[in-house]
C-alpha cells in the first residue's frame, strides 16, 4: 500500500518547501537547506510535465479530433452537469467511465447528439461508454484479467485523417495491496495490447495512478505512449477539490498521434474531474 505514495510528488515537495521557509525563520539553516534539497528531489520528476507539449502541425488545415473523457462516479445524482459541459465544449468523442445502467437511461441526450455510440453499464464501478459524432466500428469489449475480470472498451474511429483505435479503461482502484496487484497487471495488459496493435491508438480513463507511479511505465516501456497532458502542467483529476488532487485520469496516444489543447475541465459532481484534448494522426 505504501506504493500508493508514489502519487503524491508534489504534496511532499510543497510541505518541504513549507517546513524549509519554518526552519529558515527559526535560523535552522543547515536544516532549511537540506529540506529544500529534498523538495528538489520530490519535485524533479513533476517539472518536466510543464515542457515538451507536441510542436504545431506544418499543415494548419489537418483535422483535429475533440475527445473529453470523464469517469462521471456511478453515485453521483448531479447527471444533467455532465451533459451540459458536452454541450458546451461540443467534443466530437467522449468516453465515460462509472456508468451504470440508471446513468445510460438518462444519457438520452448524449445519444441524440451522438449517433454512434458503445455501452457497456456495471451497476458498480467498471460500466463504461463511448460516444462519437464520427462512425466507429468493429466497437467491442476487452476483458483485462483479475478475478472477476475488468472490461475496457475498444474500438475504431473513422477520424478524418485517417482510422484511430480508441480504447476507454477502468483499472482497479489501488484500495488494497492485492488490488494493487491486479491494478497493475491490468496495466500491463493494456500496454500488451497498444505494443501488439501496430496502429494509431489513443487511449483515456481513470488509470488510477499518476505518471511518477511505478505501474504506469508499461504505457511507455511497452506501448510507447506519451500522456496529452505533456508541456501543460501536472493537471490534477482527483479528488475533485480545487486543484489539490492527482493526475489519475489520462488520455494517452501512441507515437502516430498527436496532441494539442490538453486541458482538465471544472466539476461535474463527480470525485474526478473531466479532461479534454483534442487528437490528429501525424
Known amino acids: 500500500m505504501l506504493d500508493n505514495l508514489s502519487n503524491f510528488p508534489v504534496h511532499f515537495g510543497l510541505a518541504f518547501i513549507?517546513?524549509?521557509?519554518?526552519?529558515?525563520?527559526?535560523?535552522?539553516?543547515?536544516?532549511?537547506?537540506?529540506?529544500?534539497?529534498?523538495?528538489?528531489?520530490?519535485?524533479?520528476?513533476?517539472?518536466?510535465?510543464?515542457?515538451?507539449?507536441?510542436?504545431?502541425?506544418?499543415?494548419?488545415?489537418?483535422?483535429?479530433?475533440?475527445?473529453?473523457?470523464?469517469?462521471?462516479?456511478?453515485?453521483?445524482?448531479?447527471?444533467?452537469?455532465?451533459?451540459?459541459?458536452?454541450?458546451?465544449?461540443?467534443?466530437?468523442?467522449?468516453?465515460?467511465?462509472?456508468?451504470?445502467?440508471?446513468?445510460?437511461?438518462?444519457?438520452?441526450?448524449?445519444?441524440?447528439?451522438?449517433?454512434?455510440?458503445?455501452?457497456?453499464?456495471?451497476?458498480?464501478?467498471?460500466?463504461?461508454?463511448?460516444?462519437?459524432?464520427?462512425?466507429?466500428?468493429?466497437?467491442?469489449?476487452?476483458?483485462?484479467?483479475?478475478?472477476?475480470?475488468?472490461?475496457?472498451?475498444?474500438?475504431?474511429?473513422?477520424?478524418?485523417?485517417?482510422?484511430?483505435?480508441?480504447?476507454?479503461?477502468?483499472?482497479?482502484?489501488?484500495?488494497?495491496?492485492?488490488?494493487?496487484?491486479?491494478?497493475n497487471e491490468q496495466i500491463r495488459a493494456l500496454a500488451q495490447y497498444v505494443r501488439a496493435a501496430g496502429r494509431p491508438l489513443v487511449i483515456a480513463g481513470d488509470f488510477n495512478l499518476t505518471m511518477w507511479n511505478g505501474g504506469y511505465r508499461p504505457l511507455v516501456d511497452v506501448a510507447e505512449l506519451h500522456n496529452a497532458r505533456q508541456g501543460y502542467g501536472v493537471g490534477p483529476t482527483w479528488p475533485s477539490i480545487w486543484r489539490l488532487g492527482v493526475p489519475i485520469d489520462h488520455i494517452l496516444g501512441t507515437q502516430a498521434v498527436q496532441f494539442r489543447n490538453f486541458q482538465v475541465l471544472g466539476p461535474v459532481g463527480s470525485d474526478h474531474l473531466p479532461v479534454l484534448a483534442e487528437f490528429s494522426r501525424r
Do not use: C
Open 18 to 183: 513549507a517546513s524549509a521557509a519554518l526552519l529558515a525563520l527559526q535560523r535552522q539553516a543547515a536544516w532549511a537547506a537540506g529540506t529544500v534539497a529534498a523538495a528538489a528531489i520530490a519535485l524533479a520528476p513533476v517539472v518536466p510535465w510543464y515542457f515538451g507539449a507536441d510542436a504545431a502541425p506544418a499543415d494548419p488545415a489537418r483535422p483535429w479530433v475533440k475527445f473529453l473523457a470523464s469517469n462521471v462516479y456511478y453515485a453521483n445524482h448531479q447527471r444533467r452537469r455532465i451533459q451540459n459541459l458536452v454541450a458546451e465544449e461540443d467534443p466530437d468523442l467522449v468516453g465515460l467511465v462509472e456508468v451504470s445502467s440508471s446513468w445510460l437511461h438518462r444519457l438520452k441526450s448524449l445519444r441524440e447528439r451522438y449517433p454512434y455510440y458503445f455501452e457497456v453499464p456495471d451497476e458498480h464501478y467498471v460500466g463504461l461508454a463511448l460516444y462519437s459524432r464520427l462512425p466507429l466500428e468493429n466497437a467491442r469489449v476487452l476483458q483485462l484479467p483479475g478475478e472477476p475480470s475488468t472490461p475496457a472498451i475498444a474500438a475504431t474511429l473513422k477520424a478524418p485523417g485517417g482510422d484511430v483505435e480508441v480504447v476507454l479503461a477502468h483499472p482497479m482502484s489501488p484500495i488494497s495491496a492485492d488490488l494493487v496487484r491486479r491494478r
